[in-house]
C-alpha cells in the first residue's frame, strides 16, 4: 500500500506479509504496548520523530547497565560483505504474527542473549501469538515485551536458547556513502535476504518520523524490522519504509529510497521496553520548525539553525517557562541544533520532570531559560 504524506508516497516495509502481500500498522497512536517487564540494558544513545511543524514530545531513562552480547558471536572485524553476512545472519529472525485477521510476517534481530528481538512495532501490531524462525530453520515461540508506536519499534523475547547475538554500533560514526547491508525475510518467503548499498543520507524525515537513515540498499515488503548494518557486522539501524513513489512527478517513481530508524532513536525506546514494558516522552507543549538555509532565507532568520517556535499550548511546561511563539531555540544544555540534530531527537535522552536549559533567541537578544520537561499526554 503506498501512502502519500507532503507529496510523497511511502509504504511502510511489509512488517506483515498476508499471501504476498504486505499489511502494516501505522504510527496510529503514541501510546506504547506494555507486556513485560524483565531487566535488561543495551547501551546508551539518543533521537525520534516528525517533519515540518512539529509537536514535541519525546525521552528515555538512560539505561543504568549496557548489555554486554555473550551467545556466538563471529570475529568482531569482518573484512568483506560476505564476512559481515556470515557473522550476523544467525541472529536475523523471521517474525510470525498470528493476529486475530490473519497471519503475517516481518524480520527482527536477536540483541542479548536472553533472547530480546528488536523489531518493528507494526510488525508485531494486533498479534496474538508470535514466533521466530532462525536463519538455520528452527523455529521458537516469542512473548511481546513491550511495543512503542511513536518510533515504529518493538521488543519481543524468544523462548529457548539463541543461535547468536548482533552488536549494536553508533550510527555518529557513520556518513553519506559509507557502505551497509539489510539483511531480512521480503515477502515472508525469501529468509535472510542479503542486500547491500550505501547511505544515502543522515536525518532523513519521513511522515512522522525523525533522524532516519536513508539507504539505497534494496529494502523489500517483508524487511521491516531486520537490521541494516555496517562492516564491522554491527547494527546501526533498523529497516522501516520505503518510498515507492513521487506523487509530484508521477512520470519518475522513486527508486532505492529505504529508510533505517537509527541506533542513537531505538536504543533508548528498546531499553525502556526491556525494562518497564512501555516508553516515557518528555514533553513541553510546543510546536516549532526546524529552521535550515532555506527557511531561514524564505523568512528572513537570523540564524541557520534551530527550533522556530510557532506555537505554545496553554498550561503546559513550555507556557509556564516563558516561551513565545517566534522565538527561536538555537541549543538545549549548551547542545547547538543542527541538521544532524533537532529539538526532538535532543529531547530523547531527557526524561519527564528534567530541567534543562534552553538557548532562547528572541527579538535579537540571546538568553537561556530553564524548563522543567513534563510528561507526553497519551493524547498527543
Given at each position: 500500500?503506498?501512502?502519500?504524506?507532503?507529496?510523497?508516497?511511502?509504504?511502510?516495509?511489509?512488517?506483515?506479509?498476508?499471501?504476498?502481500?504486505?499489511?502494516?500498522?501505522?504510527?496510529?497512536?503514541?501510546?506504547?504496548?506494555?507486556?513485560?517487564?524483565?531487566?535488561?540494558?543495551?547501551?546508551?544513545?539518543?533521537?525520534?520523530?516528525?517533519?515540518?511543524?512539529?509537536?514535541?514530545?519525546?525521552?528515555?531513562?538512560?539505561?543504568?547497565?549496557?548489555?554486554?552480547?555473550?551467545?556466538?558471536?563471529?570475529?568482531?572485524?569482518?573484512?568483506?560483505?560476505?564476512?559481515?553476512?556470515e557473522q550476523v545472519a544467525p541472529a536475523v529472525v523471521t517474525v510470525i504474527n498470528r493476529g486475530s485477521s490473519?497471519?503475517?510476517?516481518?524480520?527482527?534481530?536477536?540483541?542479548?542473549?536472553?533472547?530480546?528481538?528488536?523489531?518493528?512495532?507494526?510488525?508485531?501490531?494486533?498479534?496474538?501469538?508470535?514466533?521466530?524462525?532462525?536463519?538455520?530453520?528452527?523455529?521458537?515461540?516469542?512473548?511481546?515485551?513491550?511495543?512503542?508506536?511513536?518510533?515504529?519499534?518493538?521488543?519481543?523475547?524468544?523462548?529457548?536458547?539463541?543461535?547468536?547475538?548482533?552488536?549494536?554500533?553508533?550510527?555518529?560514526?557513520?556518513?553519506?556513502?559509507?557502505?551497509?547491508?539489510?539483511?531480512?525475510?521480503?515477502?515472508?518467503?525469501?529468509?535472510?535476504?542479503?542486500?547491500?548499498?550505501?547511505?544515502?543520507?543522515?536525518?532523513?524525515?519521513?511522515?512522522?518520523?525523525?533522524?532516519?537513515?536513508?539507504?539505497?540498499?534494496?529494502?523489500?515488503?517483508?524487511?521491516?524490522?531486520?537490521?541494516?548494518?555496517?562492516?564491522?557486522?554491527?547494527?546501526?539501524?533498523?529497516?522501516?519504509?520505503?518510498?515507492?513513489?513521487?506523487?509530484?512527478?508521477?512520470?519518475?517513481?522513486?527508486?532505492?529510497?529505504?529508510?533505517?530508524?537509527?541506533?542513537?532513536?531505538?536504543?533508548?525506546?528498546?531499553?525502556?521496553l526491556i525494562a518497564t514494558g512501555s516508553v516515557s516522552y518528555p514533553y513541553m507543549g510546543i510546536s516549532y520548525?526546524?529552521?535550515?538555509?532555506?527557511?531561514?532565507?524564505?523568512?528572513?532568520l537570523p540564524v541557520q539553525q534551530g527550533a522556530l517556535i510557532t506555537d505554545v499550548l496553554a498550561q503546559t511546561?513550555?507556557?509556564?517557562?516563558?516561551?513565545?511563539?517566534?522565538?527561536?531555540?538555537?541549543?538545549?544544555?549548551?547542545?547547538?541544533?543542527?541538521?544532524?540534530?533537532?529539538?526532538?531527537?535532543?529531547?530523547?535522552?531527557?526524561?519527564?520532570?528534567?530541567?534543562?536549559?534552553?538557548?532562547?533567541?528572541?527579538?535579537?537578544?540571546?538568553?537561556?531559560?530553564?524548563?522543567?520537561?513534563?510528561?507526553?499526554?497519551?493524547?498527543?
Amino acid at each position: 500500500m503506498l501512502l502519500v504524506v507532503g507529496g510523497i508516497g511511502f509504504t511502510l516495509l511489509a512488517g506483515i506479509v498476508v499471501g504476498g502481500v504486505f499489511a502494516y500498522g501505522w504510527l496510529a497512536t503514541p501510546a506504547a504496548t506494555p507486556v513485560a517487564a524483565p531487566v535488561t540494558t543495551l547501551e546508551a544513545a539518543t533521537p525520534l520523530i516528525a517533519t515540518g511543524e512539529q509537536q514535541d514530545g519525546l525521552d528515555v531513562v538512560p539505561p543504568t547497565q549496557p548489555q554486554q552480547p555473550a551467545a556466538p558471536q563471529a570475529q568482531a572485524q569482518p573484512n568483506g560483505l560476505a564476512d559481515v553476512v556470515e557473522q550476523v545472519a544467525p541472529a536475523v529472525v523471521t517474525v510470525i504474527n498470528r493476529g486475530s485477521s490473519g497471519g503475517g510476517s516481518g524480520s527482527g534481530v536477536v540483541v542479548s542473549v536472553e533472547g530480546f528481538i528488536i523489531t518493528n512495532h507494526h510488525v508485531v501490531e494486533g498479534a496474538n501469538q508470535l514466533a521466530v524462525i532462525y536463519a538455520d530453520g528452527s523455529r521458537a515461540e516469542a512473548q511481546l515485551i513491550g511495543s512503542d508506536p511513536l518510533a515504529d519499534i518493538a521488543v519481543i523475547r524468544a523462548s529457548g536458547a539463541v543461535p547468536a547475538v548482533a552488536r549494536i554500533g553508533n550510527i555518529q560514526s557513520m556518513r553519506p556513502g559509507d557502505t551497509v547491508i539489510a539483511i531480512g525475510s521480503p515477502l515472508g518467503n525469501f529468509r535472510n535476504t542479503v542486500t547491500a548499498g550505501i547511505i544515502s543520507a543522515l536525518n532523513r524525515s519521513v511522515g512522522q518520523m525523525e533522524g532516519l537513515i536513508q539507504t539505497d540498499a534494496a529494502i523489500n515488503s517483508g524487511n521491516s524490522g531486520g537490521p541494516l548494518l555496517n562492516m564491522q557486522g554491527e547494527v546501526i539501524g533498523i529497516n522501516t519504509l520505503v518510498v515507492r513513489g513521487d506523487n509530484i512527478n508521477s512520470a519518475a517513481p522513486a527508486e532505492g529510497l529505504g529508510f533505517a530508524v537509527p541506533t542513537n532513536v531505538f536504543q533508548p525506546v528498546v531499553n525502556q521496553l526491556i525494562a518497564t514494558g512501555s516508553v516515557s516522552y518528555p514533553y513541553m507543549g510546543i510546536s516549532y520548525l526546524m529552521i535550515d538555509g532555506q527557511i531561514a532565507a524564505e523568512q528572513n532568520l537570523p540564524v541557520q539553525q534551530g527550533a522556530l517556535i510557532t506555537d505554545v499550548l496553554a498550561q503546559t511546561p513550555a507556557a509556564a517557562a516563558g516561551i513565545q511563539p517566534n522565538d527561536i531555540i538555537v541549543a538545549a544544555n549548551g547542545v547547538n541544533f543542527s541538521q544532524y540534530n533537532s529539538l526532538r531527537l535532543e529531547l530523547i535522552q531527557y526524561a519527564p520532570g528534567d530541567q534543562i536549559t534552553l538557548t532562547v533567541l528572541r527579538d535579537g537578544r540571546t538568553f537561556e531559560l530553564p524548563i522543567t520537561l513534563g510528561a507526553r499526554p497519551v493524547s498527543s
